[in-house]
């Protein structure tokens, strides 16, 4: 799977950009937000990046921020919210916001992102109360944690992908007593202790 990308901006595109990686161009898919924050052709850009697989299809998709993937993964969940509504829902409101409209129950901050009607907007918000990103402050505690900022991150990454609270706090615990302290580091050794053998 391909997490991050970092290299040059070859092309902008509407919504995609081509980013050149060792002489290798990735074609990511992008958010208006997140084209919008691109630097232009030329320069360093790197890019979270989320790989939507289905049976026609090989995507990546891209987001500038870690928490912008974690909720691009939960959007998806929500029955009729793809890869192309849920960027379109970030592109609207932004992490920050759409957090906000899920706190608040409010459907129609949702519903004015592009493509997105009343029932998907419903459905977002309903089925999303509660799981923000945001919410790893809020875990109980389940056993030691290693110290450093990455460490609520990490635990929330891995709960919005489904993992239980006290699971994914014993895995960061884990990752971080063999040395690693950034999220992303937290993240990859957590995740390698919780993937079946």
């Known amino acids: 799977m391909i997490g991050r990308i970092a290299g040059r901006v070859e092309h902008r595109g509407a919504d995609h950009v081509l980013v050149d990686v060792g002489g290798v161009g990735y074609v990511v898919h992008v958010s208006s937000r997140t084209l919008a924050e691109l630097p232009p052709r030329g320069e360093?850009?790197?890019?979270?990046?989320?790989?939507?697989?289905?049976?026609?299809?090989?995507?990546?998709?891209?987001?500038?921020?870690?928490?912008?993937v974690e909720w691009h993964r939960l959007l998806v969940t929500v029955q009729g919210v793809g890869a192309r509504a849920a960027m379109a829902i970030l592109g609207a409101l932004g992490p920050e916001g759409l957090g906000r409209a899920i706190a608040l129950g409010d459907w129609s901050a949702v519903k004015a992102a592009p493509g997105v009607g009343p029932k998907i907007a419903q459905r977002v918000v309903n089925e999303l109360k509660g799981k923000g990103p945001a919410l790893a402050d809020a875990l109980p505690d389940a056993g030691p944690a290693p110290a450093g900022g990455g460490t609520a991150e990490a635990v929330s990454a891995l709960v919005n992908l489904g993992y239980a609270a006290a699971e994914a706090q014993r895995a960061v615990a884990e990752a971080g007593r063999d040395g690693a302290e950034d999220t992303p580091t937290l993240i990859r050794g957590a995740l390698k202790r919780l993937a079946p053998a």
């Open 44 to 68: 360093a850009a790197a890019l979270w990046t989320e790989l939507v697989v289905r049976e026609d299809l090989l995507q990546l998709i891209g987001y500038r921020t870690l928490q912008e």
